[in-house]
């Protein structure tokens, strides 16, 4: 962890310099993308030690299947090794190694290799091999029309900006940045009206990265002081279990689990402030000629702390995972979508039972609070001061359904998840399954919607955030910048 701290500070000295002294107004994308690279390799080297050689290794390997596969069906081999390959490597580190420890985690960042490589993989499919009617507008604005180079490819797996932590970014996202084409503006009037284009500086990140480094300060202080004194692991200590009142074990459960959260701001903001120090991650700006810095943001971190539902919750956490579990399997699975989309997530997060136990019980949870909210939100929208109260009771009752769903995945393992659920006698297990017996599902839409009604809750709200931003702000090509890239990605908004 020290390691990864101490990595993560100097690439966001690395990317200072990268953007200050290697901009692409003065150094070729030839030279930015070695030093990407290198860079990148050596804090691998550095954190982990020989076992970042698996990033490399998964990345040449799958870059032959690539090359000597084709178009037609390269994407599926790519996708089959790289899971396959990642999952080796954390059933070794974690049965073999090292049980529900955490150092030498070098499964972390083959964790968001493997959605690189995957995502590259489709990408190149649906640009050089599916008819262009085909694809729908997210996958026709994604596809990649030429295959990448080794550097290229090297590059966007193991930059320094994302190598440890991530986030995932689309490929064309990146080569824009290293090309230095993502900061050529369309900037679109409030009033929806035809776009105009301007010439516009380099904004800077500075305010950005400053704003973000704070939340990383604030979210590293919490972890040290309060994480530490509210451990999840005490909502199955037989003590309390036996003294505690069934409001104080709720109340607790839900302060653990909150306490536990921070770890994980701190992580994913200071990779987002790296990437935006090297002034990758710039969305575009709004009406108020305000910059955004959030292209690869992971999370929003008051979204999910005042959440009033299950989907929005899911909106906000882990934003880039979501949106590849859609493009990757959601979108293109034939059968029972939702299922194949949670057992992918269960089998890319690693090999832990906990996984698997909090997933199930996601599912249900998910179809629960939708049954709900379909069903019976309408009757409190009325009145503010009805809607109010039925805003609170939501939150409540979400952050509870949230905390008891996540335990199994702060446990890990089979034997303490269960002596929880059992302590809650499957409490919300069976008032889910109650629910749903009770309310029923409302059918999707059929015809030309269907495919847009049936996205899974979780990333539903991103990509219709990502089109509206369109007629609000101007956009670098979720953030292509160019006329012609951004009337590809949108061409319903364009007629």
């Keep these: 962890q020290v390691n990864f701290v101490v990595c993560q500070l100097f690439a966001l000295l690395a990317a200072v310099w990268f953007r200050t002294y290697l901009h692409s107004s003065k150094t070729s994308p030839f030279i930015r993308h070695v030093v990407a690279t290198l860079l990148g390799l050596y804090l691998a080297l550095f954190c982990f030690g020989w076992y970042a050689l698996h990033f490399v ?97 090297l590059s966007y797996n193991c930059n320094f900006m994302g190598i440890l932590a991530g986030p995932l970014c689309s490929y064309k996202d990146y080569i824009t940045f290293i090309e230095g084409r993502s900061y050529q503006l369309q900037q679109s009037e409030a009033n929806g009206k035809e776009d105009t284009k301007y010439e516009q500086t380099d904004p800077s990140p500075n305010i950005a990265v400053a704003q973000k480094l704070l939340i990383c300060g604030l979210s590293l202080l919490f972890h040290m002081t309060i994480t530490k004194t509210l451990p999840v692991e005490y909502n199955i200590d037989d003590n309390f279990r036996a003294t505690a009142s069934w409001p104080v074990r709720f109340f607790y459960l839900y302060v653990s689990l909150m306490a536990a959260r921070p770890k994980y701001y701190f992580a994913w903001t200071l990779a987002d402030a790296i990437n935006n120090a090297a002034g990758f991650g710039f969305r575009g700006y709004d009406k108020n000629g305000v910059t955004r810095w959030d292209l690869i943001s992971n999370l929003r971190i008051q979204q999910i702390e005042f959440s009033t539902s299950f989907k929005m919750f899911l909106d906000n956490w882990n934003i880039q995972t979501a949106l590849w579990l859609k493009r990757v399997c959601y979108e293109r699975a034939t059968f029972s979508p939702t299922i194949q989309t949670f057992i992918l997530s269960a089998i890319w997060h690693g090999v832990y039972p906990g996984y698997y136990l909090t997933f199930l019980t996601g599912v249900l949870m998910t179809l629960a609070a939708r049954a709900i909210r379909n069903n019976i939100r309408h009757y409190f929208v009325e009145s503010p001061a009805i809607k109010l109260c039925y805003d609170i009771v939501t939150w409540m009752a979400t952050q509870a359904a949230i905390s008891y769903t996540v335990v199994p995945f702060v446990l890990l393992s089979v034997k303490p998840s269960f002596t929880f659920y059992s302590s809650c006698y499957f409490c919300l297990h069976i008032a889910s399954i109650l629910v749903l017996l009770v309310f029923p599902l409302k059918r999707t839409q059929k015809g030309s919607k269907k495919h847009e009604s049936v996205q899974p809750v979780w990333s539903r709200t991103l990509e219709e955030e990502s089109l509206l931003q369109k007629n609000s702000y101007s956009t670098t090509n979720n953030s292509f910048s160019q006329k012609q890239e951004i009337t590809c990605r949108y061409p319903t908004l364009k007629q």
């Design 57 to 153: 290794i998964q990345s040449g390997i799958s870059y032959y299947i690539m090359i000597i596969i084709g178009v037609e069906n390269m994407h599926k081999y790519c996708f089959v090794f790289a899971l396959g390959y990642l999952t080796v490597c954390q059933i070794t580190r974690v049965y073999i190694f090292d049980y529900g420890q955490y150092s030498a985690d070098f499964s972390g960042p083959m964790m968001i290799i493997t959605q690189k490589i995957t995502s590259l993989a489709f990408e190149i499919h649906d640009g050089m091999f599916r008819k262009n009617e085909d694809l729908t507008p997210s996958q026709r604005c994604l596809a990649v029309r030429r295959m990448p180079s080794l550097l290229e490819y």
